[in-house]
C-alpha cells in the first residue's frame, strides 16, 4: 500500500520492454520482475546461470497458474524431484549471507519477493497515433492498454516537448489523463477487425493534439505537465 493507504497503482511493461538489451527482467504469470538486486547480492553464484538464461523472456510455463507456485520436474538421471527450468537452484531455500545494511537478504524464492517485482505484463498492447494538428505531424506509438492516457502518451518520448504545450483530444473531447484509453472513449478494436480479417495497422486510432496560446485558454482540457515516474 503506498502512503495515505492508497493502492499503488502497477506500471505496465510491454515484452519488447522486459526483453530491452542490459536490463535483468522477466515476466511470469502476468507480473514482470527486476532480477538486478538479486543479481548483485549474489554475483558469482553459478547456481543462477538457469535463471540468468531465462532473462528477457516469459517464464509462466515454468509456474502453476492456480497457486503461482513453481510447477515440479523430475531430473531423469536422479529421480530427484526439483524446479522446472529455468527455475532449478535458485528457486530453493537455501541459506543466504546477511546483508550488512541490515536489511533481511533477498527471498531466494524470487518470485515471492515483492522487492522484484516491478510491474505487469500488459494483456492489452495497443497502437496509438499522434497528430499535431499545428504542424500536420503525425507519429505513431505503441502503448499499454490498462495504463492511464497521461503515461501512455509520454512513450512518445521525442514529443516531449509538444505534449507539454498541447492539449490531448480525441472525437473533439479533451482526453482525462489519468484515465485509460478504453475509459476515454478509444476502445480496443484489434479482436475485431482481425475476424473480420482486417489489418489493425490500418484503423490506428488518432489523438489530436492542439495548441495551448499563451493565456491558457486555447482548451479548457489539462494538458500534459510531468512524466509518469
Known sequence: ??????????????????????????????????????????????????????????????????????????????????????????????SLTPRSDGAPPLDAAWWRDPRLQVGRLTAAPRLLRLCNTLTGQNCVVEVCGEEPVGEALWRAKAWKEQLERYTACYGGVPLRLHLSLEQNGIPDSTSELRS??????????????????????????????????
Do not use: W
Open 1 to 94: 500500500m503506498a502512503a495515505g493507504g492508497a493502492e499503488r497503482r502497477p506500471r505496465y511493461f510491454m515484452a519488447r520492454e522486459v526483453a530491452e538489451a542490459g536490463r535483468f527482467r522477466l515476466s511470469a504469470l502476468g507480473r514482470v520482475y527486476d532480477l538486478g538486486p538479486l543479481l548483485r547480492e549474489r554475483r558469482g553464484d553459478v547456481t543462477l546461470a538457469p535463471l540468468l538464461g531465462a532473462v528477457g523472456t516469459d517464464v509462466s510455463h515454468c509456474f502453476d497458474p492456480e497457486s503461482g507456485d513453481p510447477l515440479p520436474r523430475v531430473e531423469p538421471r536422479t529421480g530427484q524431484t526439483g524446479s522446472r527450468y529455468p527455475l532449478g537452484t535458485p528457486g530453493s531455500s537455501q
Open 196 to 229: 473480420l480479417r482486417l489489418d489493425p495497422k490500418d484503423f490506428i486510432p488518432t489523438v489530436l493534439l492542439y495548441f495551448n496560446d499563451d493565456a491558457g485558454n486555447a482548451t479548457e482540457a489539462p494538458t500534459v505537465t510531468s512524466s509518469p515516474p
